[in-house]
């Protein structure tokens, strides 16, 4: 069983930057595609970032590229979002999320979240 553990988040002034971080315990860390999500308050779950299993692609929702960046390291089982530029708009809170594929919106592995707050 995977288990996922954001950390990182927390209170920053508009341009300030953050680095989330997501702990992967279990089996197969490898083999899994990596994506981070994000939720706002009264709004639906979207897509930020992917990594591939092999760290070798990466992918970003429009509002992300070029101010976040995902990352993996293997060897510590973790993954990270890099985000910089923050907006109060990037106000949320930030989901990892193991095996996603291309026919599948979100894998099947979620953590708990964590709140990443801008203030303007």
């Known amino acids: 069983q995977v288990q996922l553990a954001e950390s990182g988040g927390g209170l920053v002034e508009t341009g300030g930057s953050l680095r989330l971080s997501c702990s992967v315990s279990?089996?197969?860390?490898?083999?899994?595609?990596m994506d981070w999500f994000r939720q706002a308050p009264g709004k639906e779950r979207e897509w930020v970032a992917g990594?591939?299993?092999?760290?070798?692609?990466?992918n970003y929702a429009p509002f992300a590229r070029g101010r976040f960046t995902i990352s993996r390291d293997h060897a510590n089982r973790t993954v990270y979002l890099q985000m910089n530029s923050l907006q109060p708009e990037d106000t949320a809170v930030y989901y990892c999320?193991?095996?996603?594929?291309?026919?599948?919106?979100?894998?099947?592995?979620w953590g708990q979240g964590t709140q990443v707050t801008v203030s303007s």
């Open positions: 279990g089996p197969d860390f490898n083999v899994y595609n």
């Open positions: 999320n193991a095996g996603r594929t291309y026919d599948k919106p979100a894998g099947d592995y």
């Open positions: 990594i591939t299993f092999t760290g070798r692609y990466t």
